[in-house]
Structure formats: C-alpha cells, structure tokens
C-alpha cells in the first residue's frame, strides 16, 4: 500500500471541475506540508497548490490561482484538490506529495519539489474542448 493514493483524476470538458483527493493513512499526517504538482507534457513538474500542516496557510501557482483551492483534514488524513473552470492547458498527472512542515522542523521551501519526501502515484486529469 502506498504512502499517498490519490483519486479522482479523469476526463471533464472545459469550464467544467474536478476533484482531487489524497490519503496519506499511514503517514504522521499532521506534521506533514501537502501539496499537489502536475506534469504536463513537454514540461517540468511544477507546484500547483500546497497547504500547511494545520491548513492556515496555503499557496498557489499562478496559473490556478483563483480556480482551485486545497483544503486538509488532519483527522482523515486527507488532502483534496478542488479543480473549477478547467482549461485546456490543465491537463497532465497531477501527484499528491508531502515533506515535514516548517513548524516541525522541514526546510520551510515548499515550493521546491526536491523537498517533498513523499509522492503518490499520480492521477491522469484531461481536459477536453
């Protein structure tokens, strides 16, 4: 079983939403900065959204800003991508990662992918015009 198992990924037209979930049952959830990055083809992963660990703090790519919102639940050990007004230029694998918060002693760089210990495995998101 591994350590994040995201769902929800698929197929939705343009303007359309989709959601994201991630469940990290067997990691130490709470201490743990989540985030959401996507690869697109021909591109880098790149950080869409990330949350602290007691989700006051969030921050957001600019291409998603003000479409999708992350949101946690520490008692399910839950992280969720809400996806609204889809574009075209969304899709890709969209991965569910975790490092140590700033608050318990991570590095605090949050907007680094090398600074994620944990990955999922990816969910296929496609967004057709």
């Known amino acids: 079983q591994a350590l994040l198992e995201e769902s929800g990924g698929g197929l939705v037209q343009v303007g359309g939403s989709l959601r994201l979930s991630c469940l990290a049952s067997?990691?130490?959830?709470?201490?743990?900065?989540m985030a959401w990055f996507r690869q697109t083809p021909g591109k880098e992963r790149e950080v869409v959204a990330t949350?602290?660990?007691?989700?006051?703090?969030?921050y957001y790519g600019d291409l998603v800003r003000g479409r999708f919102a992350i949101t946690r639940d520490n008692a399910k050990k839950t992280v969720v991508l809400q996806m609204n007004n889809l574009e075209d230029e969304d899709t890709g694998v969209y991965y569910c990662?975790?490092?140590?918060?700033?608050?318990?002693?991570?590095?605090?760089?949050?907007?680094?992918?090398?600074?994620?210990?944990?990955w999922g495995q990816g969910t296929q998101v496609t967004v057709s015009s």
């Open positions: 067997r990691l130490p959830f709470s201490i743990y900065h």
């Open positions: 990662a975790g490092m140590l918060d700033y608050e318990h002693s991570g590095s605090g760089d949050f907007r680094n992918r090398a600074q994620y210990e944990y």
């Open positions: 949350i602290n660990w007691n989700g006051d703090s969030t």
